[in-house]
């Protein structure tokens, strides 16, 4: 009788051991395939940046284009928005200070490099960020937005339609 009460609680002891075996692997599959979808999806987003990267733009200007990257699409946007960012501060200073409205005394708008970064053609970088300028400097001065508009941090930013017009850039 004394064995055959052993053999139950040697029994009872390996089922519940293998049962709580059981359960930690299970608790620990289930982690790992929380851990394998996230790297799944940051192994995605990592493929699709680096697609955006390999794409090259056009942008036309002036029956030419000059070729770039997306790094340097973006760059070339940057260079429109921020000449409308501090055409529309240089715009609002000269009517607070009644001076005539013209941008081309701004040292800013003459040398339009404000932001540059080398990765872009310079003289592309100055063409985009005084187009830029001259629109904000026209919406400063006179204390509207024709040419952008508010974002919710107060800063101005040029309308989408405009840069689109500025910044003729094709994907190819």
């Known amino acids: 009788m ?6 139950t609680l040697l029994s009872v002891g390996v089922l519940s051991v293998a049962g709580m075996s059981a ?8 982690g790992n395939s929380q851990w394998a979808h996230e790297k799944n999806r940051i192994r ?3 493929k699709q940046q680096q697609r955006q990267a390999r794409r090259d733009y056009r942008v036309y200007r002036d029956g030419s284009y000059y070729q770039t990257d997306y790094r340097g699409a973006e ?8 000449g ?14 009644r001076r005539s409205g013209g941008y081309y ?14 990765y872009v ?5 100055q063409y985009y960020f005084q187009q830029g300028f001259e629109r904000g400097y026209q919406d400063g001065y006179n204390t509207r937005t ?7 941090g107060g800063a101005m930013n040029i309308l989408g339609s405009i840069l689109g017009s500025i910044l003729n850039i094709r994907q190819y």
């Open 146 to 152: 024709q040419y952008g508009y508010r974002s919710g």
């Open 2 to 7: 004394k064995i055959l009460n052993l053999k």
């Open 105 to 118: 005394g701004s040292n800013t708008y003459r040398s339009g490099t404000y932001g540059y970064q080398s």
């Open 84 to 97: 409308y960012q501090q055409g529309y501060r240089q715009g609002q200073i000269d009517r607070q200070n």
């Open 23 to 30: 359960a930690a692997i299970d608790t620990n599959a289930q």
């Open 121 to 125: 053609d310079r003289s592309q970088y």
């Open 44 to 46: 995605k987003e990592q």
């Open 75 to 82: 760059l070339l946007r940057q260079a429109v928005n921020q």
